[in-house]
């Protein structure tokens, strides 16, 4: 249970922080025009209502948006249809999350910290493109392969009985 649900809050948290390289994390959410978004402000305040934002919508399952803030690289892992059905189908209860802080970090890194049910966890988010993107690979490692399963597989091993 406390794997699952820190694993839930770390995807939840999905702030995104990359050791690749900016090119590959420069590429818009699937079917978004980097054009027809507006640049977010490169500030501390403005990460920190985006990622409260981001950790809203995964709270309250709206996992599009949630997606839609990963990086390129992050994305390459899951298709967005796979990860909004899996999420959909196999929602988890748990506390509302509380985003606490965003802060500079390593490597050109932003932390965003959070809490989940006492449970202090920690997103890396990057500024790239003049958005705010989330990392999946390093602000939860552990999601990785469960991501690249196949569905059925991944449904099984977090308990999910569809």
Not at 13 to 32: E, W
């Amino acid at each position: 249970m406390r794997f699952l649900m820190t694993a839930a809050a770390a995807v939840a948290v999905l702030a995104a922080a990359g050791c690749a390289a900016g090119t590959s994390r420069d590429a818009p959410a699937p079917g978004r025009p980097a054009a027809s978004l507006p640049a977010d402000p490169r500030t501390a305040s403005a990460l920190l209502r985006i990622a409260a934002a981001f950790n809203r919508g995964y709270d309250t399952g709206h996992y599009g948006p949630v997606y839609a803030r990963w990086d390129a690289r992050s994305q390459a892992i899951i298709t967005e249809a796979d990860y909004v059905r899996r999420h959909e189908l196999c929602r988890s209860a748990q506390p509302p999350s509380r985003t606490e802080s965003a802060d500079p970090g390593p490597r050109g890194a932003w932390l965003v910290r959070y809490e989940i049910g006492g449970v202090q966890l920690t997103d890396y988010w990057f500024y790239l493109g003049g958005r705010w993107v989330f990392d999946l690979v390093l602000s939860n490692p552990d999601m990785v392969p469960l991501n690249r399963m196949p569905a059925q597989q991944y449904m099984a091993y977090v308990g999910c009985a569809h």
